[in-house]
């Protein structure tokens, strides 16, 4: 077996070697190259030198790929190829025809995000494949590497050979060549994305949605994920044996899994590669591989906090239903709309306030209509009551899993939005995997996955007819991100993991998952977390597992365009010194950095103020109590900072009642200073570096 597949690092171990100085004997050792007779080489490296990747072919004429680091291995030999439900597969027999390099290095800007301006430094090796068969099919696989990690997909050319491909399943192996720690959580089952996350040696993963995190025992710390995904299924991972792993497409409701015709690509299967943890975050790899703004002038994409008609109902004291819990009313929104407006927050979200919710609506939307309010939701009184404060209201389209009966509604849905001043819609896919109801041309119903190429599809389906009318999108029960904002830049944020909703029913989220959140959900990017329920309960007054400290700390660490301030009104004014920071933290960023952190464990950002030079420090734990230092080397020189920090009072700890224990202090602050950071169990700190 290794004589089959050790044939590639050699080659890899010799180009860092040049760029970065002798390489460990023991991989040159362990990986010869040897290049089939008449194949051009297929080597590219990172700019930098230090990451390199490799295309042969094996003794059966399998097309592999390796990447690795420093001359040290990463991605052990893995093979490529695609098999189809209605024709051979491709995969044995390859040879490569022709190698092409391409680089590039440029800048380009974010309308909104986590950092303004965004480099894209990278190298490109573009490999042809051709079949020895009688077929003839040929395709390109294309490298894009970084210096922080590597991308590559499938380009398939149109070809009399492959008319129309309708594909069972991508045979794409990712073998990793060394062991580690893997955080993961499952794929297909049926709460979709909303499950906790593993954290196991890589030879203990089932098969894991994307992206899995992976800290290597050289200390290098990988996540494979995927960018780009348009007209496509999403892929998971399938564990088979040792640290090996291959690609599974998400089903759709027929046999083949993805159909495309003509010439077509795959989206990017990407690794990002740092040697820690902080660095997985700050790789631009995923937008870099998204295609540049589609949508023109894109001004009135607007990012805001907000606060909503929402916990009471997850709490279960109101109800979506019409009837005597109902909390969509039009007294409620006043209230809300209200309270916005005294604390500067641009946006009130109403879920429940449409026709639709009465009965059994989870899994079967049907009766859902987006245009037509409840009878005690007056929504041209509100829509001028908003106005007349400096508000607006944040729509809410739930499908309930009838996602053809929503886009049978899209234009007088959104028509409705943009006339009652909704510059936001929420929109939601409540239905278990696999259930998702389309309706055919012929008026047959199939069953879908939320991540299958159909509702890949919806979703852009979605962001434009939304963009006709000027709406921006908040997906929640969604496909995956993989960086699609940067092309659709009104997608302003998902949900697709465990949210806060979590923390008001039993099973709360424990305290280590906002940090395993900040290295795996979070690299694929806006999450609407819906963070700072200050009051610490959840439904029958349970307790949340965090402190308050916490909860204001979530608001720098989960980044989102459109945070929530989640809690009551009435909750927040028991604790006004807290919720100062919320109404004061920014949601749009001109730069973010990674102070420290390790996988699950504790993380701290530090984030610019894009309208101002004031930045903000966020800092969380797990179940663990820490004591971390930061260097302020970030801040302007020269200019003085009052640092205003909110931090775990005397005695907190996530598990009793001295979570609600919070302390606040300021100070005067420069260039360079530093600042010991004490979090209590499952606590945190979020401080304002205010310019003076």
Known sequence: MKTTIAIGLGLIASAAQAQNGPADPAVNETFKFAKPAGQPDAVETSPDGKITVQVSTDNDGRAVYMIARNGKAIVAPSRLGMMFTDAPKIERGMKIEAVTHAKSDTSWTQPWGEWRTIRDNHREMRVRLMESSALHRRYDVVFRVQDDGVGFRYEFPEQQALPKANIAEELTEFNIAQNGTAWWKPAFLWNREEYLYN???????????????????????????????????????????????????????????????????????TFLIAPDAGGLYMSHLMLNLNEPNKLGD?????????????????????????????????????????????????????????????????????????????????????????????????????????????????????????????HVVKTGYVADAGQIERVNADGSVSREWHEGQWMVNHHLRVLEAAAK?????????????????????????????????????????????????????????????TPGVLSLTGSDNSP????????????????SPVQMAADTPENYAKYPQAFRFIADVPVDWEDSRVLNGEVGDYVTFARRDRKSRDWYVGSITD?????????????????????????????????????????????????????TLSLAPGGGQAIRLKAL
């Open 199 to 269: 954290r196991t040696p890589i030879t203990a993963v089932g098969t894991a949605a994307t992206p899995i995190t992976m800290k290597l025992d050289d200390g290098t710390h990988i996540a494979i994920h995927e960018a780009a995904l348009v007209d496509y299924a999403s892929m998971a991972l399938m564990k088979t044996e040792g640290n090996s792993f291959k690609a599974v497409l998400t089903p759709g409701s027929g046999a083949p899994k993805v159909v495309k015709t003509g010439a077509w690509t795959t989206p990017w299967r």
């Open 623 to 675: 179940e663990n109590a820490r004591e971390l230092t930061v260097t302020l080397d970030f801040l302007d020189p020269g200019k003085t900072y009052e640092a205003q920090v909110y931090k775990d009072g005397p005695g907190a700890t996530y598990a009793t009642d001295a979570r609600h224990s919070i302390a606040f202090e300021t100070r005067r602050v420069k260039k360079g200073d530093t600042l």
């Open 469 to 529: 009318y000027k709406v921006s999108i908040d997906a929640h029960e969604p496909v995956k991100d993989t960086g699609l904002r940067r092309t659709y830049p009104n997608w302003l944020a998902r949900e697709g993991s465990r949210g806060m909703e979590y923390n008001a029913w039993p099973g709360k989220n424990p305290p280590e998952h906002e940090a395993n959140l900040a290295f795996t959900r979070m690299l694929e990017g806006p999450m609407d977390f």
């Open 298 to 422: 894109v001004s009135w994409v607007k990012p805001g906090k907000f606060v909503g008609v929402w916990w009471k109902m997850i709490k279960g004291e109101w109800s979506w239903a019409r009837g005597p819990r109902h909390g969509a009313t039009t007294a409620n929104v006043k209230t809300y709309i209200d309270f916005a407006a005294k604390y500067g927050i641009p946006g009130v979200l109403v879920e429940g306030w449409n026709i639709g919710w009465d009965g059994d609506w989870a899994g079967n939307g049907s009766a859902m209509q987006f245009a037509t309010p409840a009878e005690d939701f007056d929504a041209d009184a509100l829509a001028k009551y908003a106005r007349s404060k400096g508000v607006s209201l944040i729509g809410h389209h739930e499908t309930g899993g009838a996602v053809s009966h929503y886009e049978s509604q899209f234009d007088p849905a959104f028509k409705f939005a943009a006339n009652h001043g909704e």
């Open 544 to 559: 949340i597992q965090s402190t308050i400290a916490k909860q204001l700390a979530l608001y720098v660490v989960l980044y």
